[in-house]
């Protein structure tokens, strides 16, 4: 394991972007006033870069930064480097940790569901498969939102949602995100956690946690879908955000079909493309 020190003569680090030259496993400590310090500030992380090569023939999508085993899910595989966001010191590898599905090879987004997978914000639903063309319910949006930031559940075992289990599988990760305000209920004290989310639910819920991180993406896309007239009120500004930022793109026509059923191949690539899109 290589150990790179990070040299600081101020206390107030606000953001540090590190390139690690060599591709072994890392350590990288912080130093201020000649005392190593444990940094941890989820609101002024580090940026790392690793350099990767990959095996013949391994899909890039599938590379990841890792942390005491652990997979850091805001990382990217660019350029013969694996760069990733962390908000605190530690030690670092890169692992190919792509997921294999039957039903996936030569789909459109076969490469986004490897990607998203392999950040463990997707899991398949069994025998191999992923189901890409299926709908994509609000329960599993909502997990994947947990999984995007490792939430700790555990505190979670009663649900505010009368049509929520105390057993359900989505149970925690509904309650954690009606907590911090990422979701919110249909009325009446229901979540309606089966039901197909729209595209314009998928557009609000995924700002909100942007928001909640206070992310920063870039505003590269000027333009307007032919069908934004449409957009409910409430998800007008998360859907323009994501358009902007080409997170989100149209179907065919440039519309964005906001009460439209989000499919989960269309959730993998969304969850792609907002990763990507912090480091652009």
């Given at each position: 394991m290589k150990k790179l020190l990070v040299f600081c003569l101020i206390a107030g680090i606000i953001q540090a972007t590190v390139l690690a030259a060599f591709a072994a496993e890392l350590s990288i400590d912080i130093i201020v006033e000649n005392e190593i310090i444990n940094?941890?500030?989820?609101?002024?992380?580090?940026?790392?870069?690793?350099?990767?090569?990959?095996?013949?023939?391994?899909?890039?999508?599938?590379?990841v930064a890792v942390s005491n085993?652990?997979?850091?899910?805001?990382?990217?595989?660019?350029?013969?480097?694996?760069?990733?966001?962390?908000?605190?010191?530690?030690?670092?590898?890169?692992?190919?940790?792509a997921s294999v599905f039957?039903?996936?090879?030569?789909?459109?987004?076969?490469?986004n569901i490897i990607f998203a997978s392999a950040r463990e914000l997707f899991s398949g639903v069994g025998n191999d498969l992923f189901a890409p063309n299926a709908p994509?319910?609000?329960?599993?949006?909502?997990?994947?939102?947990?999984?995007?930031?490792?939430?700790d559940l555990?505190?979670?075992?009663?649900?505010?949602f009368t049509d929520v289990s105390t057993n359900a599988w989505y149970m925690s990760a509904i309650e954690w995100a009606a907590e911090t305000g990422l979701a919110s209920g249909v009325g009446d004290g229901l979540f309606d956690p089966s039901a197909n989310i729209t595209r314009e639910q998928m557009?609000?819920?995924?700002?909100?946690?942007?928001?909640?991180?206070?992310?920063?993406?870039?505003?590269?896309?000027?333009?307007?879908?032919?069908?934004?007239?449409?957009?409910?009120?409430w998800a007008l500004d998360p859907v323009r955000t994501l358009h902007q930022a080409g997170v989100v793109g149209g179907r065919a026509g440039?519309?964005?079909?906001?009460?439209?059923?989000?499919?989960?191949?269309?959730?993998?690539?969304?969850?792609?493309?907002?990763?990507?899109?912090?480091?652009?």
């Open positions: 940094y941890n500030d989820p609101a002024h992380p580090l940026i790392i870069n690793i350099p990767a090569v990959p095996s013949a023939g391994s899909n890039t999508y599938g590379y085993g652990s997979i850091l899910p805001f990382s990217i595989y660019r350029n013969s480097e694996v760069i990733f966001i962390t908000p605190r010191t530690g030690t670092f590898g890169v692992v190919n940790n039957t039903d996936t090879a030569g789909h459109w987004a076969e490469n994509m319910t609000r329960a599993m949006f909502v997990q994947v939102l947990a999984n995007i930031e490792n939430a555990t505190a979670y075992t009663v649900s505010r557009a609000r819920m995924l700002v909100n946690y942007i928001e909640y991180r206070q992310f920063t993406l870039p505003l590269n896309n000027a333009s307007t879908f032919n069908d934004e007239s449409s957009v409910s009120a440039n519309i964005f079909d906001p009460q439209g059923i989000a499919t989960r191949a269309e959730a993998a690539t969304v969850f792609m493309q907002f990763i990507t899109a912090l480091f652009n």
